[in-house]
């Protein structure tokens, strides 16, 4: 049965191939980003700031009217604004945790009351393995997707006997826009994964897939990390 899915961050990177994962599963996709852009076959696109609480209500209420309840609300959002801490200016900090924590509480409270209504529903976060693994340069960004996974275990705590799941993916280094300056492709990086490479887009995408999947009924409050091993054991 085809279920209303909504993805934020869908114009590119991992959440435009997370929506074209569930389209050519024959759901229903409002993909939602700033620029208001998302992949070919997407039921529904807006431009939505998610660090905006009144635009992500207001974009819930008209998807929900266009498309019905939410089945599967994937919060992919973000932004990196790297720089080390003794330098970092009060702007970097706020506009991170801006958009990668608020972001993800006013998502997840909007997907929630849809949600709850129905009895089911299905949230997945995307962390990252930033802030088990420690990477220089990245305070802000770690503190902020840390934060999502305490959002995440509370929730799904606070949801759970509505038949709601709520699980965190955190993933590696993937290639993509947010990663293009780093170098991924070096000899350097790829030796500190034990798989030997950077990740794809398409192999966190599987990931969210199966979190939102009926065989994922009995999983709930989890971080799965898609590393290549980089963080084994977070
Ligand atoms: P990209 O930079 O390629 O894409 C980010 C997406 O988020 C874009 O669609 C962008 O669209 C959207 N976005 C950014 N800010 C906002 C906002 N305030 N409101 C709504 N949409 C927003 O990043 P990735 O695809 O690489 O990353 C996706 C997620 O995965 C992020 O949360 C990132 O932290 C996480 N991640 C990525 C890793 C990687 O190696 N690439 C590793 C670990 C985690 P627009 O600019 O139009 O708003």
């Given at each position: 049965m085809s279920r209303h899915v909504i993805v934020t961050?869908?114009?590119?990177?991992i959440g435009a191939d997370i929506a074209r994962r569930f389209i050519a599963a024959g759901d229903l996709v409002t993909g939602w980003s700033r620029a208001g852009t998302a992949p070919e076959g997407c039921a529904s696109s807006a431009a939505v700031d998610v660090s905006d609480s009144e635009a992500v209500t207001r974009a819930l209420k008209e998807a929900v009217a266009a498309h019905g309840p939410v089945d599967v609300f994937v919060i992919n959002a973000g932004i990196t604004r790297d720089g080390l801490a003794l330098r970092m200016s009060d702007e970097q900090w706020r506009e991170v945790l801006s958009t990668n924590l608020d972001g993800a509480f006013y998502c997840a409270r909007a997907a929630l009351s849809s949600m709850v209504r129905q009895r089911s529903g299905r949230i997945v976060m995307i962390s990252s393995i930033s802030p088990f693994y420690g990477v220089p340069g990245q305070a802000n960004y770690a503190a902020a997707k840390a934060g999502m996974v305490g959002l995440a275990r509370s929730l799904a705590r606070e949801v759970a006997s509505r038949g709601i799941t709520i699980n965190v993916v955190a993933p590696g280094f993937i290639e993509t826009d947010m990663t293009a300056?780093?170098?991924?492709?070096?000899d350097q990086m790829n030796a500190l994964i034990p798989l030997g490479r950077t990740g794809t887009t398409a192999e966190v995408a599987a990931t969210v897939e199966f979190l939102s999947s009926?065989?994922?009924?009995?999983?709930?409050?989890q971080v799965l990390a898609v590393d290549g091993g980089l963080a084994m054991g977070l």
């Open positions: 961050g869908a114009s590119r990177g300056d780093l170098g991924s492709t070096s009926p065989d994922a009924g009995y999983i709930t409050g």
